[in-house]
């Protein structure tokens, strides 16, 4: 079910799911009803007990939004459309199929966290949502912010036409590269770690190539693909903890 997961600060879990844990897109053609039924599996894999992992509505662009509530995500057609997002607390998922999914966790002066997600293709990559999410992070009172990058499409395989890849180095020059074949192509993991590293932020976890690895979903590999998710949650203690200290 998960190709990666760990406690990456006590009370904190960041996880990447695999093709194992399903499909977890309800608009890729999958009937709801499964897909809803796997984010439950996922939800109960997790321990999140009430809680709900908030799901967006990506659209490739570079908004982030504020996630709020005590027992979890609004019901799938009230999520938010954004291609990034951020919460004290709520357990959030971010899904890809070769984008680069980035997890996020800051750390108040109290010492409760805050959570973020970030869905990045080339177009959020280009439009900077990784570096918008860490904004808003610390809007929020975080101090440090640390980021696991998930699988994703690497540069040796994602080829571009050449007029894309200038137009994305331009803004992001990390993102430059030359793929396997020697064709032009993007990089968007090195650009992604580049725009973490000029934000101050450290890279925990570096995931590997989508379209390499068939245990997991890569639209490159096949375009009626499902998808997986990059996750963060806190385990009930820390979030009881941090909900308490949210209402003093």
């Known amino acids: 079910m998960f190709s990666w997961r760990a406690e990456v600060r006590p009370g904190v879990w960041v996880a990447f799911t695999d093709a194992a844990a399903g499909n977890l897109a309800l608009h890729v053609g999958d009937d709801p009803a499964q ?8 939800e109960q894999a997790a321990g999140l ?15 982030v939004a504020v996630i709020t509530g005590g027992a979890g995500a609004a ?13 004290r607390g709520v357990p959030l998922a971010v899904m890809v199929a070769d984008c680069v999914p ?6 108040q002066a109290s010492g409760a966290p805050l959570l973020g997600v970030a869905h990045a293709g080339r177009p959020g990559v280009a439009s900077g949502v990784v570096p918008a999410a860490v904004a808003r992070l610390r809007a929020l009172g975080a101090g440090r912010v640390s980021a696991w ?20 180095a331009a803004l992001v020059p990390a993102a430059w590269c030359t793929t396997s ?9 090195a650009g992604v770690r580049s725009q973490l590293k000029a934000e101050g932020v450290t890279v925990e976890y570096s995931g590997g190539c989508t379209l ?3 245990t997991l979903f890569s639209y490159r590999r096949d375009n009626r693909t499902g998808r997986f998710a990059g996750l963060v949650w806190t385990d009930d203690r820390a979030w009881t903890e941090d909900r308490d200290r949210t209402h003093d």
């Open 49 to 63: 007990g009430p809680r709900r992992f908030a799901y967006m509505n990506q659209v490739h662009g570079s908004d």
């Open 102 to 107: 980035v997890v996020l966790v800051g750390e």
């Open 149 to 168: 990058i998930g699988p994703s499409i690497c540069g040796s395989c994602y080829e571009v036409p050449e007029g894309m890849r200038d137009d994305v």
């Open 35 to 42: 897909v809803r039924l796997r984010r439950g599996e996922l």
């Open 75 to 87: 019901p799938p057609g009230e999520a938010a459309t954004a291609d990034a997002m951020v919460s």
């Open 212 to 214: 390499e690895d068939e």
């Open 181 to 189: 074949h020697g064709t032009p192509g993007l990089d968007l993991p």
